[in-house]
């Protein structure tokens, strides 16, 4: 027996990062022109930020189904294994409820534990990359899990967005609302708290931006790992790095890029940082 950890693709994890890992990522949905595409298969990157500053209107998203999640399961349990399935922030997403209702239907005994991360992308790749460094370890998915919730608050997470429009048009926004109408030339910088979306700073321009996510990312002491997100400007994820080279080593850096699911609401230009703490 072996507990395996399951994730969603707003973890932003691409397939290369979760085979390393051992993590089965199980994909959202992104609905352009009536047509559903699995998150992170069936459309690039690129193809996706085309249309999504091209298209008339906006992409929208849903979790994973209930079935979706089950066959993923089923899969891991046949196997004689136990899971610890680590999802986005259920204030942000329907996916930890699709988990959770999947599990029951396998019946009482299966032996899998869902987990809310309190957080998306980058946060939660973190946060999957470490229960799956320390998942062996455990006797039990509860054991594992437990694990993970101990150490969910030494991660933390600062995203710069060049524009609040597509988080605001997706009904994403949080209490990130109270920074519309004042964000003319602002590139605003946000953070989750207890899974929401809320406002931190408004500095006026990229560079700005730039330097206040390293600042920010720095005033949370010693770090054990780091993590970036970009979603069109790979540049601004090795300008982040650079700049933050004397936190952590180039090898405890993790970077992912925004997937279609996310890229819907954080839009193009946009990037994030995210820490786990030493300790």
């Known amino acids: 027996m072996a507990v395996r950890i399951v994730t969603d693709s707003t973890s932003d994890l691409n397939p290369t990062q979760a085979q390393e890992l051992g993590v089965t990522v199980v994909p959202a949905n992104v609905i352009i022109d009536d047509v559903t595409y699995r ?3 069936d459309m690039t990157s690129d193809e996706f930020y085309r249309r999504l500053v091209a298209g008339p209107s906006l992409p929208t998203t849903s979790q994973p189904s209930v079935g979706t999640f089950q066959a993923a399961y089923q899969e891991i349990l046949d196997q004689g294994d136990e899971i610890v399935s680590i999802h986005v922030s259920g204030k942000l997403s329907g996916t930890v409820n699709s988990a959770e209702q999947a599990k029951a ?3 009482d005994d299966a032996p899998i534990a869902v987990v809310d991360s309190g957080g998306t992308s980058i946060a939660l790749a973190l946060i999957v990359a470490a229960a799956a460094g320390t998942a062996g ?4 998915c509860q ?3 437990e694990e993970v919730l101990r150490n969910l608050p030494r991660t933390s997470a600062v995203f710069a967005l060049d524009t609040l429009e597509y988080l605001q048009k997706g009904g994403r926004i949080g209490k990130a609302q109270a920074f519309v109408g004042s964000l003319l030339s602002v590139k605003p910088i946000l953070t989750l708290v207890e899974g929401e979306v809320h406002p931190l700073e408004r500095p006026r321009n990229h560079q700005r931006a730039m330097r206040r996510l390293a600042e920010l990312t720095r005033e949370k002491g ?3 790992r780091l ?3 970009y979603s069109t400007d790979e540049a601004w994820a090795s300008e982040l790095q650079a700049s933050l080279a004397d936190v952590v080593s180039a090898d405890q850096v993790m970077t ?3 997937g279609p699911a996310l890229g819907t609401y954080v839009g193009p230009r946009a990037v994030g940082v995210a820490v786990t703490s030493a300790g």
Do not use: T
Not at 137 to 140: L, P, R
């Open 105 to 107: 239907s396998l019946g």
């Open 227 to 229: 993590g970036i997100a």
């Open 137 to 140: 370890q455990a006797s039990s």
């Open 143 to 145: 054991e594992a899990a």
């Open 256 to 258: 992912v890029r925004f």
């Open 39 to 41: 998150d992170g298969l």
């Open 222 to 224: 010693p770090a054990s």
